[in-house]
């Protein structure tokens, strides 16, 4: 299995930055793809980015322009760099590690931004 540990939510306001980190442990050599979900109250989980293998990128519409998703392979850590955050960007935010038998998740970290 791979253990992934999140850190870098906090409260922040609207038209600033944060930094999210994954940090991934483990079997990590079965990992294809690591991604950043989020979910806001009352809603459902919604992809927000992921990376996979060969530096390939997907974003959601919503945070394009905005979030850059990267990685550091001699860390085992993704990154989520995210700009301009505007208040329905509320949510926890989830990493998540896709691979051959493998669907892992972190605990969550809670980005808020408000004034």
């Known amino acids: 299995q791979v253990q992934l540990v999140e850190s870098g939510g906090g409260l922040v306001q609207p038209g600033g930055s944060l930094r999210l980190s994954c940090a991934a442990s483990?079997?990590?050599?079965?990992?294809?793809?690591m991604g950043w979900y989020r979910q806001a109250p009352g809603k459902q989980r919604e992809l927000v980015a992921y990376?996979?293998?060969?530096?390939?990128?997907n974003y959601a519409d919503s945070v394009k322009g905005r979030f850059t998703i990267s990685r550091d392979n001699a860390r085992n850590t993704v990154y989520l760099q995210m700009n301009s955050l505007k208040p329905e960007d509320t949510a926890v935010y989830y990493c998540?590690?896709?691979?051959?038998?493998?669907?892992?998740w972190g605990q969550g970290t809670q980005v808020t931004v408000a004034s």
């Open positions: 998540n590690a896709k691979g051959t038998a493998l669907d892992s």
């Open positions: 483990g079997s990590t050599n079965r990992v294809l793809r």
């Open positions: 990376i996979n293998s060969v530096d390939s990128t």
